[in-house]
């Protein structure tokens, strides 16, 4: 599950850290201590993310916390499992770019994270953490970006317009990633990376090849499309031609209560065959359609007939591995 990064936690967790003289803000926010702020001269960003698991080695050394409510409290902050079993391991950071590496257990496989920034609508956001046995690609169509510290740039040059490009690569990853990689994530441009987002990929196993975040606001498709039209997102002829094309859904048979994505990370086996011809599906509605893939995303899957899929619960927009920072422009 995602969880926001800043929880008020239990009483106990709080006498705790008052007892050893820990600020108001850390007593108030326990999640806090998982997150070393570090102020950047000229940035006004807060940036570096520091886990603190030594806190709960010693209370435990000290009997003053059992074994197992401190990995109990590991997991309610949003500790991957692994650490949360061993308190007592503490991560070694890189003090020259503020980045973490997690020492995280070998796979056979190595997994790709990717973005997409076509013209110049984001700026690219350096991940904090850099997770182990991955690699981060970062698709772009503007020549002028050559070096991004933390991706590797992948130039790509399609003569389809900025949005419907980055929305191929987006849907896509089978296209574009290279052909060593079976499993990826994709997150936005609009995504700062500041954890250790491999963890989503546990997700995935032998039933799911697909797992996308719940929308933090809405669970229908209507209602998504009612309100890109009521905020200016979507035009009117965009609207009732996304209307038109959602009415072709139901008669066909979906119902609306599938619930619905929230589409800025995508984990994705995107190596299995039936998972590609579903994010075709994707794109080739995407394409036809006003804009919004999110829209489309859900009708596919039941027109598909997929199965392999699943709906994570969560705060997409601040958690224990990203947060969302929003678009630098508005898209042409």
């Known amino acids: 599950m995602l969880r926001p990064l800043f929880l008020i936690e239990d009483e106990s967790l709080k006498r705790l850290l008052c007892k050893y003289n ?51 409290m590991l997991l309610k902050l949003g500790m991957p499992k692994y650490f949360s079993n061993y308190p007592s391991y503490l991560l070694k950071g890189n003090d020259n770019w503020n980045i973490v590496r997690y020492q995280v257990p070998k796979k056979n496989e190595r997994i790709a994270i990717y ?37 590797k740039v992948i130039h790509i040059k399609e003569s389809i317009g900025n949005l419907l490009l ?28 500041w954890g250790n987002i491999v963890e989503l990929t546990h ?19 209507i209602d998504e499309l009612n309100v890109c039209y009521e905020y200016n997102i979507i035009n009117k002829q965009a609207y009732n031609q996304a209307l038109k094309r959602y009415d072709e859904f139901t008669k066909e048979g979906f119902k609306d209560d599938m619930g619905l994505a929230e589409c800025g990370i995508l984990i994705r086996r995107h190596s299995d065959r039936d998972l590609q011809k579903l994010m075709e599906m994707w794109w080739y509605e995407f394409q036809n359609g006003c804009g919004r893939d999110q829209i489309y995303l859900m009708p596919v899957i039941h027109k598909m007939k997929f199965k392999s ?10 958690n224990q591995f990203c947060v969302v920072e929003g678009h630098n422009k508005e898209r042409k």
């Not at 995935?204 to 933090?216: E, M, Q």
């Open 203 to 221: 997700y995935l196993n032998k039933d799911i090849s697909f797992a996308v975040t719940k929308h933090s606001v809405r669970n229908k498709v």
């Open 166 to 193: 980055s929305r191929k690569v987006k849907m896509l990853p089978h296209m574009y990633l290279p052909t060593e990689y079976e499993v990826s994530v994709y997150v936005d441009a609009s995504v700062l990376i």
């Open 22 to 72: 820990y600020i108001d803000t850390i007593v108030e926010h326990p999640s806090i201590m998982f997150a070393n702020y570090e102020y950047k001269e000229g940035t006004n960003k807060v940036w570096g993310i520091r886990i603190l698991v030594w806190f709960f080695h010693r209370v435990v050394k000290k009997q003053l916390l059992n074994r197992e409510r401190a990995t109990k």
């Open 309 to 318: 899929y699943r709906l994570i619960d969560g705060f997409v927009f601040s």
């Open 115 to 151: 973005t997409v920034m076509t013209g110049d609508y984001d700026d690219i956001k350096t991940p904090l953490y850099e997770s182990v046995n991955c690699d981060y690609f970062l698709f772009t169509n503007n020549a002028n970006i050559v070096e991004v510290k933390g991706w």
